[in-house]
């Protein structure tokens, strides 16, 4: 629980807010690139931490991120033409480049130097395997790229990013993927019984009441909640990552494949599922490119973008105004819940339908929301260390400590899974992933 004083210092991210500072200190994926296909394609609207920003590609293929007023007076560069390697604003003429320079003012006298004198709000874009990230935060110079796996590998070896708008604040979808009791409840199937439906999927597991053991690390925390997997007492441990601010490393997937789960909020009231995939041992398939870019297909795919409305993209067709087109019967005879395991969407219905902010101040937490107690702290911890003494953590100017993995495993009752997993959850250890199948 929360009050509602710490609910408000943790969900809002506008500039000047708590979090909202503390968010501006790390590079955040917000676009992946096949949304600005080619050089000076048309200008896009972008929201992202509760600002109003429109993306471009230039003539050399360099993503600019401007504020969406133009410095002079203020018309929406959306319906800027992209010409040339900048933006020209079309009210009265005024040209800006990818860093927001002023390259021409064609109102003014030739011999002023007014162009010099001004600039657009710029965020500096870097693009890589597939997604966009920009850093919007206070430092001239960026910190450090995240060398996340997904960042790292090569292209091929990486899908292309799979995101998901959701229609509420960004903590609740974070809390979700770090939030290991659920699988038991809205994932799960009613019978042992697989399905012969397709996308009618689920977990059975006997243990549903999971020993929740967090470990704080440099770069957020580390859980595992572990469950009863058979008679001899095994236990089997999914162990998930968290790493400040928004990231998350679930224990699920397949083996050699890693991932990257990134919560990004867009304003107060929206966020999306920023998810990169990608494949150790081989490159992704034109299948998997193909899921990767339309998750939702089954159940309809995405409703149709308006290029002026950033809240229309990604949006899938199942979505809480028509209450994710749910299933009665199936919920009555086949699922826990009658909305198909389809990309994240049962999560998404459950953290949604909260509000739009959720109130912390009326929960009433169990021992297997340790996680989700530990996340918030750690969130708000860093928040205020911001706040009061200037310090960052670890993982904005040394972010090789996200060199991380998840883990799945079986383990008798008295070993500690720390150190069992202690190598498999480093990226460059060497060790193979440990990986038990999440669905059996
Ligand atoms: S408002 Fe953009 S050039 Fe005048
Ligand atoms: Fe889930």
Not at 112 to 125: H, I, L, N, R, T
Not at 169 to 198: C, F, M, T, Y
Not at 292 to 307: M, T
Not at 381 to 402: K, Y
Request: with cysteine; aromatic share 10%; charged share 25%.
């Amino acid at each position: 629980m929360l009050s509602r004083e710490e609910n408000e210092e943790l969900c809002r991210v506008g500039p000047g807010t708590l979090m909202g500072d503390l968010l501006r200190q790390y590079w955040i994926p917000f676009l992946p690139s096949r949304e600005l296909p080619e050089p000076d394609f048309r200008p896009i609207k972008v929201r992202l931490l509760g600002e109003d920003l429109i993306a471009f590609r230039d003539t050399e293929g360099r993503v600019g991120l401007l504020d969406e007023n133009c410095p002079h007076r203020g018309a929406n560069l959306f319906w800027a033409r992209n010409e040339e390697c900048g933006l020209r604003c079309v009210y009265h003429g005024w040209k800006f480049d990818v860093n927001g320079t002023c390259v021409d003012m064609p109102n003014e006298p030739e011999e002023s130097d007014f162009k010099y004198k001004v600039k657009a709000v710029a965020y500096p874009v870097r693009e890589l395997n597939g997604a966009l990230w920009t850093y919007m935060g206070p430092q001239a110079t960026p910190p450090p790229f995240p060398p996340f796996e997904v960042n790292t590998l090569p292209a091929e070896h990486v899908a292309p990013p799979h995101i998901m708008l959701e229609e509420c604040n960004w903590v609740q979808g974070l809390e979700g993927d770090i939030d290991s009791s659920h699988i038991d409840w809205v994932h799960a199937r009613l019978n042992q019984q697989k399905s012969a439906q397709p996308y009618v999927m689920g977990t059975f597991n006997k243990d549903k009441r999971p020993k929740l053991e967090v470990l704080t690390t440099d770069y957020g925390g580390v859980y595992s909640a572990s469950r009863q997997w058979d008679e001899s007492g095994t236990r089997w441990h999914r162990i998930t990552q968290y790493l400040l601010p928004f990231h998350t490393m679930i224990a699920a997937g397949a083996p050699d494949a890693v991932h990257l789960r990134s919560w990004v909020p867009i304003d107060d009231e929206h966020h999306m599922l920023f998810s990169q995939q990608a494949r150790l041992d081989r490159p992704i398939t034109p299948e998997e490119r193909a899921q990767a870019n339309n998750p939702f297909k089954p159940l309809g795919g995405y409703v149709p973008q308006d290029p002026a409305n950033p809240l229309t993209r990604y949006l899938s067709v199942p979505r809480l105004a028509n209450s994710y087109n749910i299933d009665l019967d199936l919920q009555k005879k086949e699922l826990v819940f009658g909305v198909p395991f389809v990309g994240n969407l049962q999560d998404r219905a459950m953290t949604e339908a909260m509000g739009p902010i959720y109130k912390r101040w009326k929960e009433h937490l169990g021992s297997t929301d340790a996680m989700v107690i530990f996340v918030r702290r750690r969130l708000l911890g860093a928040a205020h260390n911001l706040r009061e003494s200037g310090a960052v953590p670890g993982n904005v100017h040394d972010p090789s400590i996200n060199r991380v993995r998840p883990a799945s495993i079986l383990l008798p009752p008295s070993e500690s899974w720390s150190d069992a997993t202690m190598q498999s959850r480093l990226a460059d250890a060497g060790a193979p992933i440990a990986w038990v199948p999440m669905i059996q």
